[in-house]
């Protein structure tokens, strides 16, 4: 479980796959282990996380393997992704939970007055684990009637007895065959608790999984491996686009398409000539000099309406829309285009906050493969 957002928990889904073998323990004595682990580690849902470890089954040749066998908690969900990929497998109750039913139940019948002899646990799982679950159920169905309707007591009972060809343990370790999901445990303490559970750390639902997939990468030796895999997938979406690109291209040279016409300029009419002057009397055309022709009128275009000067220009009351991003308003004259930020930095940092939201969409593009 890690913590998300808004005071939430969430559950990380996590499948290890390993090939075990045999090795000494601590004190010299035979033990089964597992080794060349590879973890994949999701935030979803039962049905997709079942979709989400089918590259690494494969990956895994899980499918072709001889013998298989599932190490769970006997969840629904686990039964079911083992039942998806390998119905064959060979399907083991993790010792520990099997233990932990087993120690729940002593303590409900100590609670109720069952007196048992000291140590009686650690008899109990000796037993389960070298003789087998037979004799400790049989054990149990020597109990009266009214302990087994006991809230504790007949849940774990059943629990058991549901599960008793999950805990033949002694055979399963006779194969060579793990009997605890150790290498679970440790996958969710180094993949998923040691990125996501530090203190004080609340995650957005949509940022666990892209951290995850970084994490199985470092975790599972394919750091590589993952960005050359990125990389191509980004070039072929590059490629993709391209030629999505040229063929809208070809295909409005085709249908032979263009850009609207501009209209052209409205003319203004021609200005009406002054009257002529009125004609001077007879005695004074002598002395006239000859009027001259007024040359032809053309029609002229507007001309644009000058800027008034600096100092008559009236500063329109700043809207609240007119203000930059840094909270500062922006008087906007009359005529003028509107400013977008008040200083020079300002200018800067909006850029450079463009630059930072491209590069984190290409990110994800890139590690959400």
């Keep these: ?28 004595e035979p033990e089964i282990h597992v080794g060349r682990l590879s973890y994949v580690s999701r935030l979803c849902d039962a049905f997709t996380f079942l979709q989400h470890v089918a590259g690494e089954i494969r990956r895994r040749k899980v499918l072709e393997a001889r013998e298989v066998c599932s190490v769970t908690d006997g969840a629904e969900w686990c039964q079911n992704v083992t039942a998806s990929y390998r119905p ?10 099997a233990a932990e039913h087993l120690s729940q139940m002593l303590e409900t019948l100590e609670h109720a007055g069952v007196r048992f002899p000291d140590r009686m646990l650690e008899r109990c ?14 054990m149990a169905g020597r109990l009266e009637s009214d302990l087994m309707q006991q809230k504790g007591i007949g849940e774990h009972l059943d629990y058991l007895r549901k599960r008793e ?47 995850l997939t970084l994490r199985m990468a470092v ?12 990389i191509r997938q980004q070039h072929m979406g590059d490629a993709c686009q391209r030629s999505a690109i040229a063929e809208s291209e070809v295909q409005a040279s085709l249908t032979g398409t263009s850009s609207p016409s501009v209209s052209a300029l409205p003319l203004v009419a021609p200005s009406r000539p002054r009257a002529l002057p009125p004609e001077p009397p007879s005695h004074a055309k002598a002395a006239a000099p000859p009027l001259t022709p007024l040359p032809p009128v053309h029609p002229i275009l507007p001309s644009p309406s000058p800027r008034p000067p600096a100092h008559l220009q009236v500063p329109v009351a700043p809207q609240q829309s007119d203000t930059c991003p840094c909270g500062m308003p922006l008087i906007r004259f009359k005529g003028h285009r509107t400013k977008e930020y008040c200083s020079h930095r300002c200018r800067q940092r909006a850029y450079c906050q463009r630059q930072a939201m491209k590069r984190w969409e290409q990110w994800k593009s890139i590690v959400s493969f």
């Design 1 to 28: 479980m890690i913590s998300l957002v808004h005071k939430q928990w969430a559950e990380v889904r996590t499948l290890a796959i390993g090939e075990p073998h045999v090795g000494p323990d601590t004190d010299g």
């Design 219 to 230: 975790c599972n030796d394919r750091w590589q491996e993952m960005w050359q895999k990125a």
């Design 125 to 138: 799982l000796h037993v389960l684990k070298h003789r087998g679950p037979g004799a400790l159920l049989r």
């Design 165 to 211: 060809a999950l805990m033949q343990y002694p055979a399963f370790r006779a194969q060579g065959w793990p009997i605890g999901s150790g290498m679970v445990e440790s996958a969710n303490k180094l993949v998923v608790h040691a990125r996501l559970k530090g203190s004080g750390m609340h995650w957005l639902r949509s940022h666990v999984n892209p951290l």
């Design 88 to 97: 064959d497998a060979l399907r083991i109750l993790d010792f520990p939970h």
